[in-house]
């Protein structure tokens, strides 16, 4: 039960891509409103998230804030395939400034990884088609899809710190904290609205409550009992799903090499994982 848990929280943080795609709101607007929605669902559900976070977490907050926001900016620019593969990257970040903030020594086997990585993006940027209409500026989407990925590694940095002191209720706190953050930090870019549909409300309210608060929230219950490493293989539901399903909403065409980008990215953030796996880690990277 607690492995579907994860699965079902990968494929439903597989749906962002379509959704915010399909939404003829700004990219700020999406990510304001959208974690906005999340806060106010997650305020009412969980009463144990409803405590000031201690300045740790407030920190680990702002990396989470600034994650969805790059990955819904980048959404709106880039192909969803893009968005999530450059975020996948996250490995590569996590080895280089692991010394720096968790005082962890590169490994061979790391700089081993490294180069797959960095080749996988490079064919995802050479792969990367003229703009359409729901990749106005696909350069630009890949560059934020990137800071995705490293806001994203010190999501994962921190809470590897956060675990040190292991308090409880951490994850339902950062991620009520979080996304409160979010929408505060991109409200001003998404005011005024001049116009809306009512399937935005309806994208925003499936985005802000099902796909991101139920999404982590089957995370965060799943990744209680279920081996990280084995977690961490589970979570890759999403990376492949995504470009599946705004192929199928929105016709969005993947390349040849945008695969092979994605393939190189996918087997070192196995392979890291399995290395972490091996040497007792607790958190997936």
């Known amino acids: 039960m607690n492995r579907m848990m ?32 999340a806060v106010i669902f997650l305020f009412i559900i969980l009463p144990k998230a409803r405590v000031l976070p201690s300045k740790k977490i407030l920190m680990v907050c702002v990396a989470y804030a600034m994650t969805v926001i790059f990955f819904v900016l980048s959404n709106k620019l880039t192909t969803a395939a893009n968005s999530i593969f450059l975020q996948s990257a996250s490995p590569l970040y996590i080895m280089l400034l692991g010394p720096l903030f968790l005082k962890e020594k590169i490994k061979k086997t790391d700089l081993f990884l490294i180069l797959p990585i960095v080749a996988g993006m490079m064919l995802l940027f050479a792969g990367t088609s003229a ?12 560059i934020l899809a990137c800071c995705a990925g490293v806001c994203w590694a ?32 991109a409200m001003p870019f998404a005011l005024p609205v001049l116009s809306f549909q009512m399937s935005d409300v309806f994208l925003i309210l499936f985005l802000g409550i099902v796909q991101i608060s139920i999404g982590y929230l089957f995370m965060l219950k799943g990744l209680s009992k279920v081996p990280a490493f084995e977690a961490s293989l589970l979570l890759l539901f999403e990376p492949v799903s995504s470009p599946i399903i705004a192929w199928l909403v929105h016709k969005e065409q ?13 087997l070192a953030t196995i392979l890291k994982s399995y290395f972490q796996h091996n040497k007792g880690s607790i958190f997936k990277s």
């Open 6 to 37: 994860i699965i079902i929280a990968a494929l439903l943080f597989s749906t962002a891509g379509a959704a915010i795609k399909g939404t003829t709101l700004t990219g700020f607007q999406v990510a304001s409103f959208r974690s906005l929605v």
């Open 131 to 142: 703009g359409g209409a729901l990749s106005s500026n696909p350069i630009l989407g890949n």
């Open 154 to 185: 010190m999501l994962i940095m921190g809470l590897r710190f956060l675990k040190r002191d292991d308090r409880t209720n951490q994850g339902i706190i950062l991620l009520l904290w979080g996304n409160l953050l979010a929408s505060v930090i």
């Open 254 to 266: 993947v390349t040849l090499i945008t695969l092979l980008g994605a393939g190189l990215i996918f």
